[in-house]
C-alpha cells in the first residue's frame, strides 16, 4: 500500500502565500516524477507543477514565476510554493507520484493519487 497525504491549502487573500506538501509513505522500491495537479469547478484536471528525481522541474505557463516545486527525496515529500496567488488559483490540489513498487517479485510502475487539498484565494 502507498498513501500520498497532502497538507497546507486553505483560505488566501490575493497576492498571498501558501505551501502545500505532499508526503510519500508505504511499501514502495522508489518514487521517479512527483507533481501538483488542480481542477478548478467545472474544468479539467490540470498540471501544474512537476519535479523529477533527479531535481528537473516544468511549471504550467499560468503559474511560472510564482510557484516553486521541490522535494526532500530522503522523507519522500514533494512541496509546493504558491507565492503572488490570484483568484484564478482556486481549486483542488492533488498531488501525484509516479512509485515503482515490488508485485510478486517483479518491479512495477505505478502512479498514485493524493486527496486533493482545496486552496481558495478570495477577499
Known amino acids: 500500500q502507498v498513501h500520498l497525504v497532502e497538507s497546507g491549502g486553505g483560505l488566501v487573500q490575493p497576492g498571498g502565500s501558501l505551501r502545500l506538501s505532499c508526503a510519500v509513505s508505504?511499501?514502495?522500491?522508489?518514487?521517479?516524477?512527483m507533481s501538483w495537479y488542480r481542477q478548478a469547478p467545472g474544468k479539467e484536471r490540470e498540471l501544474v507543477a512537476a519535479i523529477t528525481s533527479g531535481g528537473s522541474t516544468n511549471y504550467a505557463d499560468s503559474v511560472k514565476g510564482r510557484f516553486t516545486v521541490s522535494r526532500d527525496n530522503a522523507k519522500n515529500t514533494v512541496y509546493l510554493q504558491m507565492n503572488s496567488l490570484k483568484p484564478e488559483d482556486t481549486a483542488v490540489y492533488y498531488c501525484?507520484?509516479?512509485?515503482?513498487?515490488?508485485?510478486?517479485?517483479?518491479?512495477?510502475?505505478?502512479?498514485?493519487w493524493g486527496q486533493g487539498t482545496q486552496v481558495t484565494v478570495s477577499s
Open positions: 508505504g511499501s514502495l522500491y522508489s518514487i521517479h516524477a
Open positions: 501525484n507520484t509516479e512509485a515503482m513498487v515490488v508485485v510478486a517479485g517483479v518491479l512495477v510502475q505505478y502512479d498514485y
